[in-house]
């Protein structure tokens, strides 16, 4: 055997076989005596591997044990061409199995689509990436491919493999920087991960940033997903969502957090489902009078305390309320009762959890290598590297994703000015300027841009809102236009007057009217919502009626007030946008803070006040 030969069986029995189909699988061979076939297999704890020729099962050929870890190999003498087959497999525990060989089958991602990836133009790429159910050359299984181009070694691992990572270590496709392998047999529920050598040697088990679902937290592996399988009842929905003018039509939005709507008392404080959550809010929505619902961050994130804003799953719905198919139920429950569904979208920043996008393979591979550039030191996370067009392509990709797979109706940009600012809550040395020396974050222009010229192209009726709270120019402007292409944008100066405002004892509010019309001197230079933030209620900045002054009843009398101000603008054509975050009490809501209307409680309890 060759030297080389010998290199390559021991980098496959380590598991760290950059180019493992290579060696693996059958291969035609010339020799003096003509072609013929050879077949390589490593399974450890296999005493005896049979291969059995598909087309004449009555062909077998018995492989030879060359290595003791399990690395088995045989010439088919009588072969001189590639032809199908099956492994049967006889374990240290006498038990048998068959399967087909995951090295006998070719990429399930073609050049074309790497071509497009690396360009930043795969709109799709979420149906090529990641780990995917599928049929492919005939046999089902799931493809699993992954972007780590400094990686030294990838391998899959998962419970179809035991997590042994020796099993399936997985091939790079060219310089795409992308590793790629199928693998028969899995089905809907198998969890996985990618263990991966990285560059400097650093060995880590990596989740899926493409994955469709995840285990529930505390365990982080990425779960397969066959997502064909629910069957949606929107469509006349969907179309009338095409024809409206969202500038013209009012909305009355409210925003909830899922974790902490409401909760169930009786079984350990336990969140609700996504499928308990169409039973319960959608009705309390729809009776309230509001015709959208914004969440909340559902994408997945690690800590239960937390609103959901530090994303490790950017294509996979929080496992913590359930699996996808029922928040599918619970978005298709809206739209059947007239509710259209906002999601709040982080493309802003990540978390730094060894397990997801940081440092993916041993480089700066998502966010910027240098913390100036790279990182929100007040937040500690990482910034997003939005020049870098295999990153720019995922994060479109992930906006395109939860509008086309999940339906929903509209995005909402957390953080926008985070982005747009190279300095944003950055010290002075704590930055880089730009190649112009400014502070604007060019590369993320761009990716604004084109990220909203997609979505708008799409001409479905999706929104796309800007949380902005800075002065930049034709945030809700089309790119046409040189603006930034999203259709409106949150007014968070009208809310911190308005606010003010009604903080005031009546007696001296007349000595501040400025608040209240200050922010007509701006209001037609965006599409704005107008907007009582999630944010006004952390770091004890009270409910609403808690902001309000006086006694009880004067609390309630200032806020019922400043409700008919707020739905007399929305009578007037302005577009609202109202948040009602609500924390529970013994399984039932109670009011953290009111936007345009009441918890159901605070309405029982002061409906003659």
Not at 126 to 140: P, W
Not at 167 to 183: A, C, D, H, K, T
Not at 360 to 368: I, P, S
Request: glycine share 8%.
């Amino acid at each position: 055997m060759m030297t080389t030969e010998i290199y390559d069986i021991l980098e496959i029995v380590a598991g760290t076989h950059a180019a493992p189909h290579d060696v693996l699988g059958m291969h035609e061979m010339e020799t003096p005596e003509g072609k013929i076939c050879v077949a390589r297999v490593f399974m450890p704890f296999a005493k005896q591997i049979t291969l059995i020729d598909q087309g004449n099962k009555r062909k077998k050929y018995v492989l030879e044990k060359i290595h003791e870890d399990g690395f088995f190999a045989g010439t088919l003498k009588d072969r001189d061409e590639w032809f199908q087959y099956q492994l049967e497999y006889v374990m240290e525990d006498d038990t048998t199995w068959k399967s087909y060989d995951p090295y006998s089958f070719g990429p399930t991602i073609s050049e074309y689509d790497r071509y497009l990836f690396g360009a930043g133009n795969h709109y799709e790429i979420y149906k090529k990436m990641g780990g995917r159910l599928m049929t492919h050359e005939g046999v089902k299984g799931a493809a699993f491919t992954v972007w780590a181009p400094s990686a030294k070694s990838i391998s899959l691992v998962g419970d179809f493999n035991h997590w042994d990572n020796r099993r399936n270590p997985m091939r790079q496709l060219g310089e795409s920087g992308v590793w790629e392998i199928f693998i028969p047999k899995l089905v809907d529920g198998d969890a996985y991960k990618y263990h991966m050598v990285q560059v400097d040697g650093r060995i880590v088990d990596k989740t899926d940033p493409y994955g469709y679902t995840a285990e529930v937290r505390p365990k982080t592996a990425s779960v397969l997903y066959a997502d064909a399988k629910f069957k949606w009842k929107d469509k006349r929905w969907l179309n009338a969502r095409k024809k409206k003018d969202m500038n013209k039509e009012p909305m009355n939005v409210y925003e909830v957090h899922l974790g902490s709507w409401m909760r169930v008392p009786e079984e350990e404080n336990r969140f609700l489902t996504y499928t308990e959550l169409a039973e319960r809010l959608v009705p309390y929505v729809k009776e309230m009078g509001f015709n959208y619902i914004e969440l909340l961050p559902v994408s997945e994130h690690p800590f239960d305390g937390s609103w959901g804003y530090q994303v490790t799953g950017f294509y996979a719905p929080t496992s913590r309320f359930g699996h996808p198919d029922e928040f599918k139920l619970f978005v298709d429950t809206c739209h059947n009762n007239g509710i259209g569904v906002i999601l709040d979208w982080v493309p802003a920043h990540f978390p730094k959890d060894d397990f997801a996008l940081a440092r993916f393979d041993g480089t700066a591979l998502y966010e910027h290598q240098d913390p100036r550039q790279g990182e929100h030191q007040q937040w500690g996370t990482y910034i997003f590297n939005y020049g870098k067009k295999e990153v720019s392509n995922f994060l479109i990709g992930n906006a395109l994703f939860w509008l086309e797979a999940y339906h929903i109706d509209g995005l909402r940009v957390d953080a926008v000015a985070s982005m747009l600012y190279l300095d944003f809550a950055k010290n002075e040395g704590e930055w880089l300027p730009n190649q112009y020396g400014g502070s604007e974050n060019i590369e993320a222009v761009e990716f604004l841009k084109h990220l909203n010229s997609v979505i708008r192209g799409r001409e479905d009726g999706s929104l796309m809102i800007a949380e902005e709270s800075t002065s930049w120019s034709g945030v809700s402007r089309d790119t046409k236009e040189g603006g930034l292409g999203f259709n409106m944008k949150w007014n968070m100066g009208w809310m911190n007057d308005f606010l003010f405002y009604m903080k005031q004892d009546p007696i001296y509010r007349k000595f501040h009217h400025n608040k209240m019309t200050f922010g007509m001197a701006y209001h037609y230079t965006e599409n704005f919502m107008l907007v009582l933030s999630h944010d006004e209620v952390v770091h004890e900045k009270s409910s609403m009626v808690g902001k309000m002054p006086g006694d009880d009843w004067q609390r309630f009398a200032n806020l019922r007030l400043a409700m008919v101000l707020c739905m007399d603008t929305l009578v007037r054509n302005y577009s609202l946008w109202v948040a009602n975050l609500a924390s529970t009490t013994n399984g039932e809501k109670q009011p953290a803070w009111i936007g345009i209307c009441w918890n159901s409680m605070t309405i029982k309890k002061h409906k003659t006040t």
